[in-house]
């Protein structure tokens, strides 16, 4: 049975409806953040070292949490997540950066292991709503994100 292994949730920006975590160490990463954006409509999309994340609102503050596992969890069957999706991420140091179009911000996520490949399962609510508020101004907090990464085998 899967056991998590470590737990962190912070504030993360969002700008333009997008953010990104990325490999830490930017040499390790091809195509930087935002550069190379070819599917603007998916909720993920995957580039070596990188995965960008389509938000619901334009420009607020996101809570994530990331659980790190040691393997594969059980899948959510909740039903209140609006958006949802699953991707690998090979990750050279074992920490995430968090960048928007601004820059990246300062919360890094330890993944534990160095020169692993990570799959990451995403859930996103709140979308709906932050959608609006962000029209009005900056919402902190209502689109909430979880992040369950596990070790792939190779």
């Given at each position: 049975?899967?056991?998590?292994?470590?737990?962190?949730?912070?504030?993360?920006?969002?700008?333009?409806?997008?953010?990104?975590?990325?490999?830490?160490?930017?040499?390790?990463?091809?195509?930087?953040?935002?550069?190379?954006?070819?599917?603007?409509?998916?909720?993920?999309?995957?580039?070596?070292?990188?995965?960008?994340?389509?938000?619901?609102?334009?420009?607020?503050?996101?809570?994530?949490?990331?659980?790190?596992?040691?393997?594969?969890?059980?899948?959510?069957?909740?039903?209140?997540?609006?958006?949802?999706?699953?991707?690998?991420?090979?990750?050279?140091?074992?920490?995430?950066?968090?960048?928007?179009?601004?820059?990246?911000?300062?919360?890094?996520l330890d993944l534990g292991a160095a020169a692993r490949r990570w799959a990451v399962r995403v859930r996103s609510a709140g979308r709906q709503e932050v959608a609006l508020l962000a029209r009005e101004g900056v919402a902190h907090g209502v689109e909430r994100y979880l992040m369950d990464f596990?070790?792939?085998?190779?």
């Amino acid at each position: 049975m899967a056991r998590v292994v470590s737990e962190q949730t912070m504030d993360v920006r969002v700008e333009f409806n997008h953010f990104c975590m990325q490999e830490s160490d930017e040499d390790f990463v091809p195509v930087p953040y935002p550069d190379g954006e070819e599917s603007p409509g998916s909720f993920l999309t995957t580039y070596e070292g990188r995965i960008d994340v389509a938000s619901g609102g334009h420009t607020h503050v996101a809570v994530l949490t990331a659980r790190v596992w040691d393997e594969e969890p059980a899948a959510d069957s909740a039903d209140s997540w609006e958006a949802q999706g699953q991707a690998e991420l090979f990750s050279e140091t074992g920490e995430l950066s968090f960048i928007v179009a601004g820059g990246p911000q300062l919360t890094t996520l330890d993944l534990g292991a160095a020169a692993r490949r990570w799959a990451v399962r995403v859930r996103s609510a709140g979308r709906q709503e932050v959608a609006l508020l962000a029209r009005e101004g900056v919402a902190h907090g209502v689109e909430r994100y979880l992040m369950d990464f596990w070790p792939v085998d190779e």
